[in-house]
């Protein structure tokens, strides 16, 4: 039974190795017409379809998701494309589950398909050569075979350490105590890149700022659908003397604006103004948001289709084209801290402050 | 009747000193925790956050647990716990939702106590083998209440297909003067003064309703069980049901009773997720705490007092792993760890059990390198921290756990002969 089993990881084993060398061959062939050539444009069949496949947390985390939503809306409404589908993510669902997903929008006949979260990346790689025809994009995302580029992708990145920079400098110039935190949700480079931002924010106001920092999940996407976990961090946050928290953990936020509602104290919220978004009892909690735009890079990205010539590679939206921002919502900010923030914002943009990305 | 009385009052003195001892042991547990809190500097470990944060960790995994042992105690083996838990997660953001925080409660326990009913005619009635049910239990229950939240909250202010937010939650409350007193008291870092004040500042700041009622079942469900006719009928359906049967019991009934409690409880614990250690709803929030409850249950002994135990254990580790800086806290408890595992091993080696002790010994000095050759525990370890002392406990303590004797056993009525 054992050598039976034996054999049978070898035969596995040989059978990757075989299909690794096959696409390895593929990945060659297109190289070479990348580097000859500039992508040509991907031609859509038919009609504009488009599908959307949300993130960990999904539609109604009034963070991230949302963005991505109401960047879809605006496209609907604007363009009048007739056939949309939406799909939600599992809490802890496989890499093929998400292949699955986006193989059932193309073969469906949708032929522009959004992979919100960095978490498709590895998925639209994966799908988007056997659909030349589809225009696919990754909100937040990375070419995991840099060498083999896809013509029909457009990875659509955003500056998230120039912004949060701006609420880190935010926070440390309204903290009473001298403490802040932060909460990220998965312990990755992308949110990683939020944390630097904020510190580094936070420390060009005060050197000697205390940052406190909370990863919910090592590397489970399931932090950023995780309240429980976002309270109990910012719950702790709390306790430690921290009087404002920004958090980058989508639905989770909810649990630390629970915490900060429960503990009287502020928190920042995340992609999509949260003072508008959060509940009426929460709102009055939340002093600013890093506002990503997941919200223009899907309009955008959509337009381009219905234009007839989707986007393609890599777009990284930055504070300079205001892809990446703050917001006043609620006046919490005062005019002092909204002239400093304009103040670094024009300093980062002429070059001036280096945002690092890694913390 | 002098010699009953003689054995009456030799009973209730031995009852004495095993409770002497409990207290005394309790106490030493107390000391060493406080001194590895000052020797180590690691003041968080008995800070009235950390342990609100333990408590809160805590319920839900004590929730399912009571919900586990109410099963088998009947001897059914109800590991659907995880199933019915995220049922009731549904249940308690619908009926909040629409009809306020108690119906939200009442809806968690009904939605719980459903997917006992499943599990129930399942094994009880067509005999089905009970971990295959619980299994699929668990299935269905994610998908159904997937399909649930897609079809009710899609449409609701604050919700989305997948999550719901915006529904009220069971009032908390501070118990006046106490609390600022006993953190007043934590904030000194006194020896053992500081500790257990913060343990009772932590209990009695922002505390929950759901959080009383929590408790509150623990000591009636020991007494339900240990204290009423019907309680001990239930049991014996457990131990031995065709001896129960041939009594005139109704097995089946007894079965079934326990089970739907079984699944009240576990919905009555995604109620506390989500709406006391979140506000929010959103699609398979319960994260294994099923079966953590399950393992809470077994290494309690298949005993209320022993589940209260572990879940506090396991909620305690579960709640450190999301403070801020854990890596230290984590460190000092290594010591504390290695304290435990010697003290273990003397007592396994006065039990002359040679092989365990070495083991444990081994083991401690192992904790014991580790603390002293290091100065924080890597963030990747502490998010493990819950489910490796699971591991580890039952490793080291099941050779004394007895479960009940007809426990996931099938039962057929008749089968008595």
């Known amino acids: ?359 | 009747m002098t010699t009953q009385h003689q054995g009456f009052s030799a009973e209730v003195a031995r009852a004495r000193t095993i409770r002497y001892t409990w207290w005394l042991a309790a106490l030493a547990v107390i000391v060493v925790i406080s001194t590895v809190r000052l020797y180590t500097g690691a003041d968080r470990i008995t800070a009235p956050g950390t342990l609100r944060a333990a408590i809160i960790g805590a319920c839900p995994i004590l929730l399912a647990g009571l919900g586990g042992l109410w099963a088998e105690r009947a001897g059914i083996v109800n590991i659907g716990l995880e199933g019915q838990m995220l049922l009731g997660t549904w249940g308690a953001a619908f009926f909040a939702y629409h009809y306020g925080p108690l119906a939200g409660v009442l809806g968690a326990a009904l939605m719980g106590l459903l997917g006992g009913l499943l599990h129930a005619i399942a094994t009880v009635s067509f005999g089905v083998d009970h971990i295959i049910s619980g299994v699929a239990i668990n299935i269905v229950g994610l998908g159904a209440i997937g399909f649930l939240a897609k079809t009710t909250f899609d449409d609701l202010e604050g919700g989305g297909p997948r999550n719901l937010s915006g529904y009220s939650t069971p009032p908390e409350f501070t118990v006046p003067l106490v609390a600022d007193g006993a953190r007043s008291l934590a904030d000194r870092n006194w020896f053992i003064i500081s500790d257990v004040a913060g343990a009772i500042a932590g209990v009695t700041t922002r505390l929950s309703l759901l959080t009383v009622l929590t408790f509150v079942l623990v000591g009636v469900t020991a007494w339900v069980l240990w204290r009423t006719s019907f309680g001990l009928r239930l049991r014996s359906c457990g131990e031995n049901p065709q001896a129960a049967e041939t009594l005139g019991i109704d097995v089946y009934r007894y079965k079934y009773v326990a089970v739907l409690i079984s699944g009240a409880f576990a919905g009555l614990g995604g109620a506390y997720l989500a709406m006391v250690a979140s506000s929010s709803f959103t699609v398979g929030q319960t994260g294994g705490r099923g079966y953590i409850g399950l393992a809470a249950m077994i290494f309690g002994n298949w005993r209320p007092s022993g589940v209260l135990t572990g879940s506090l254990m396991f909620g305690y580790t579960d709640g450190i792993s999301l403070l801020s800086n854990s890596g230290v806290l984590v460190h000092a408890l290594l010591l504390l760890v290695a304290i435990g595992l010697a003290v273990f091993a003397v007592l396994k080696l006065r039990a002359a059990e040679k092989i365990t002790a070495a083991v444990m010994a081994g083991l401690s000095i192992g904790a014991f390198v580790w603390y002293f050759s290091s100065d924080s525990v890597n963030t990747s370890f502490t998010g493990m921290t819950p489910y490796v002392v699971t591991l580890f406990v039952l490793a080291v303590f099941s050779q004394r756990l007895r479960m009940p004797a007809a426990d996931g056993q099938q039962y057929r009525r008749g089968g008595a002969g």
Do not use: W
């Not at chain 1, 003072?275 to 948001?289: D, K, M, N, R, V």
């Open chain 1, 1 to 359: 039974m054992r050598r039976l089993s034996t054999y049978g990881v070898a035969l596995a084993t040989c059978g990757l190795i075989l299909t690794a060398c096959g696409t390895a061959a593929d990945d060659n062939d297109s190289d070479n017409d990348a580097a000859a050539a500039e992508c040509e444009t991907v031609q859509l069949e038919g009609d504009p379809q488009v599908g959307l496949a949300y993130d960990v947390g999904g539609r109604g985390d009034q963070s991230f998701n949302d963005s991505a939503y109401a960047g879809l809306t605006q496209a609907v409404s604007e363009f009048g494309i007739a056939e949309v589908t939406e799909g939600e993510a599992g809490q802890d669902e496989s890499e093929d589950i998400r292949e699955e997903r986006l193989r059932t929008f193309a073969d469906s006949g949708h032929n522009v398909i959004v992979g919100v979260g960095f978490a498709y990346s590895e998925a639209v790689d994966t799908v988007a050569p056997d659909y030349p025809n589809v225009a696919f994009a990754v909100i937040d995302g990375f070419d995991p075979t840099e060498d083999d580029v896809n013509c029909n992708v457009a990875y659509l990145g955003f500056a998230e350490n120039e912004g949060s920079f701006l609420v880190g400098a935010a926070a440390a110039l309204q903290s009473q105590t001298g403490t802040i935190g932060f909460v990220g949700g998965v312990n990755n480079t992308l949110i990683q890149k939020f944390e630097a931002g904020y510190a580094a924010g936070a420390e060009a106001v005060n050197p000697d700022i205390n940052i406190l920092t909370t990863y919910i999940e090592e590397s489970d996407p399931a932090g950023f659908g995780d309240p429980a976990g976002g309270q109990a961090a910012a719950e702790g946050q709390y306790a430690d003397g921290a009087d404002i928290v920004f958090h980058a953990a989508g639905f989770s936020g909810t649990g630390v604006f629970d915490a900060a509602v429960a503990a009287d104290k502020l928190a920042i919220g995340v992609d999509s103004d949260q003072f508008l978004t959060a509940g009426p009892e929460q709102a009055q909690h939340i002093i600013t948001s890093m506002l990503k735009r997941v919200d223009t890079a899907t309009y955008e990205f959509i337009a381009s289709a219905v234009n007839g010539e989707p986007d393609q590679g890599f777009t990284t939206f930055t504070l300079a084209d205001d892809g990446v921002g703050y917001s006043t919502s609620g006046n919490f900010l005062t005019p002092e801290t909204i002239a400093a923030l304009e103040d670094y914002k024009a300093q980062i943009i002429a070059g001036d402050i280096e945002v690092p990305t890694q913390p």
